[in-house]
């Protein structure tokens, strides 16, 4: 099984949650399966028609950005990019802002966050699901493609060489998260959580006005928690490690984050990389930057960067936290 879900933390989280819900209070879920996971939504004390009518408007939504984000959707921006052979493509003034923003986190990271990663990404197969380890000499001219500088904006429409390309993976789901928080919010919600795939967004407070209790997923063994920690409200806590997607050749685990500098699968000393703070496509795209750069560069980048948490799992399972986490 190479895909491994991560949707155990998420229904365990959600149930520490309702454990602290009182008696007759409105909780209303409702699960959905897009970009390749399962999410799910809890609002708390709304009533029943408006629970249902924002768990249609947050598909809808889901739905859009995977119309717009996926390498496998052929119409979508991301996939006409990918597919256009250096000729210019029109895409979404939302995609335009996505790729800027990325390509700034990608400047923070020192290029560890690189959406242009793609056609590494593409030759371990990691989008088709035919694993492969490549050749070096392949690795080598797919990393010749690799770089912001690729990209060029033209207005709304943008070029890249042939054969290159970019993934949003490691941010679209943070960035949806925070497209959906401030679709409930708007619609008055002032509790709830989302959980997708690996990410979880909480909004206000339990509905009794007590912190949420989230537990991060263990890295070394399905269906156990690592780490569990109280939090308020209007949050994005996003994980990323190695065992969320691998495959296994020869007895070596080939996973599916990819140092832009090797064009292999980051060599970290970090099991998982778990990032807490207001603006999810950040969190999101950190965990990933994170990973790749291991415990001690992770550590000197996040002692610059006060408005963040963090819990890092090491591979000899020391558990490493920001001090403000309980
Ligand atoms: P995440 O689970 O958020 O860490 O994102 C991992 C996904 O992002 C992978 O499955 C790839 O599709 C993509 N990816 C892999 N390596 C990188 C990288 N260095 N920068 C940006 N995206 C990446
Ligand atoms: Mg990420």
């Known amino acids: 099984m190479i895909k491994k879900a991560v949707s155990a933390i998420l229904s365990v989280v959600t149930l520490l949650l309702c454990f602290g819900c009182n008696k007759g209070e409105r909780v ?5 399966f897009a970009m390749g996971t399962m999410m799910k939504i809890t609002l ?22 995977e ?7 052929a119409a979508s921006d991301v996939a006409r990019i990918n597919a256009s052979k250096g000729d210019n493509v029109n895409i979404s003034q939302e995609t ?17 966050f690189d959406i242009t990663v793609y056609p590494v990404v593409k030759l371990w197969g990691f989008y088709s699901s035919e694993y492969a380890v490549p050749e070096n000499d392949d690795i080598t001219k797919a990393l010749g493609l690799v770089g912001n500088k690729n990209i060029e904006f033209y ?23 925070d497209r959906l928080k401030s679709i409930l919010k708007e619609n008055g919600v002032e509790s709830a959580v989302i959980s997708l795939g690996g990410n979880v967004i909480l909004i206000g407070n339990k509905a009794n006005g007590e912190p949420w209790s989230v ?31 691998y495959f296994e050749k020869n007895g070596k685990i080939y ?30 795209a950190l965990s990933t930057a994170l990973f790749i750069m291991g415990k001690e560069k992770a550590l000197t980048f996040l002692s610059k960067l006060e408005e963040i948490s963090y819990v890092l799992v090491t591979n000899e399972r020391e558990i490493i936290k920001s001090e403000n986490l309980s």
């Open 28 to 32: 209303f879920s409702k699960t959905f």
């Open 44 to 65: 708390y004390d709304v009533d029943e028609m408006l629970a249902n009518q924002l768990f249609s408007v947050c598909y809808d939504e889901i739905l859009r950005e």
């Open 155 to 177: 207005g709304s429409s943008v070029t890249m060489p042939e054969n290159s390309g970019i993934d949003l993976g490691a941010i679209a789901k943070g960035y949806l998260g």
């Open 215 to 245: 537990a991060i997923k263990s890295p070394f063994s399905q269906n156990e928690f690592i780490y569990e920690f109280l939090s308020f409200g209007n949050l994005s806590v996003v994980t990323s490690g190695a065992y969320e997607r």
């Open 96 to 112: 335009v802002l996505m790729i800027k923003n990325s390509v700034s986190l990608s400047r923070l990271t020192e290029g560890a």
């Open 67 to 73: 119309n717009l984000f996926s390498v496998n959707i």
């Open 255 to 284: 996973h599916h984050i990819i140092d832009p500098k090797t064009g292999f699968p980051a060599d970290s000393d970090l099991a998982s990389v778990t990032i807490i703070g207001e603006d999810g496509s950040m969190c999101d």
